[in-house]
């Protein structure tokens, strides 16, 4: 895999621009425009919270019988022992991005826009940037590109991250939980943006426009990376590198030096 600089990608996708006019640049957030997983962010502040809702404890309880967990405790032991089934291998991870995406069922939209926000304050985000891939996402904008995130973590917490990387309304596409008038329910209203999920929620927003580029970090990114025409890695984890055959042209985006 070649290793490139921000200079070399931006030549890449300028090349992709001047000959197809229109198109979008993806990000995903995870690993690539932050260090950690905000999804977890959101998940754990929330057990040391403990509000978890009826709404919440009965579909949580529901997800821990159809799979053998117990499902016995309040809502931070039964969310706690999920996940921990997930890490075990018991509860698969699409259910289990579902159950953290909808865990606060019961709570009205304002209730848990303010909470992702205090996440990302405590969770210290911004200092958690990776800076190369921001600088990537300002070129895209001053480019006039659009730019999009796209994330399996949950739409809210992924909103108030992306705020923080100057991402507004509309323009990510992350994990959705249903709601019934103001208030969330335990259901998706979606599918996920993981894996193979992320192009199909990326395809009908692009509409035959053209992926110029994409930039991921992990195997769940291969296939919008596959699709894309400039395909960019960065710190990539050890599961995308078994399977970079899989990606013609990938680089990898290293620093400038000095």
């Known amino acids: 895999m ?30 690539t425009l932050w260090d950690g997983d905000v999804a977890e962010d959101f998940f754990f502040t929330l057990l040391q919270l403990n509000d978890f809702r009826a709404p919440a404890m009965e579909a949580m309880r529901r997800e821990a019988e159809e799979f053998g967990i117990d499902a016995g405790g309040d809502g931070a032991a039964l ?8 890490q075990a291998g018991r509860y698969p991870e699409l259910r289990c991005c579902e159950m953290m995406t ?13 909470f992702a926000r205090h996440v990302v304050r405590e969770r210290n985000l911004v200092a958690r940037l990776h800076r190369p891939i921001v600088g990537m996402v300002e070129w895209v904008r001053a480019r006039g590109v659009e730019a999009i ?19 507004g309304p509309g323009q990510t596409e992350a994990a959705t939980a249903a709601f019934e008038g103001d208030v969330m329910v335990p259901r998706m209203a979606g599918p996920v ?10 395809a009908p927003r692009l ?8 930039f991921g970090d992990n195997i769940y990114d291969v296939a919008m990376l596959r699709a894309a ?18 990606i013609p042209g990938i680089v990898e985006l290293v620093p400038t030096q000095g």
């Open 2 to 31: 070649e290793k490139v600089n921000s200079e070399e990608v931006f030549a890449r996708i300028e090349r992709e621009i001047a000959a197809n006019p229109g198109g979008a640049v993806a990000f995903d957030g995870d690993g």
């Open 79 to 86: 969310a706690g022992r999920l996940f921990e089934a997930h």
């Open 193 to 202: 943006p993981y894996d193979g999920g992320k192009m199909v929620v990326l």
């Open 229 to 246: 025409r400039v395909a960019v890695t960065f710190l990539p984890k050890e599961r995308l590198l078994k399977r970079l055959g899989e």
């Open 149 to 167: 995130l796209v994330s399996a973590s949950p739409r809210s917490i992924v909103d108030a991250a992306a705020e923080v990387v100057g991402f």
């Open 102 to 114: 909808w865990c606060c069922a019961g709570w009205r939209r304002g209730e848990i826009h303010e």
């Open 207 to 214: 509409d035959k426009r053209p992926l110029y580029a994409a």
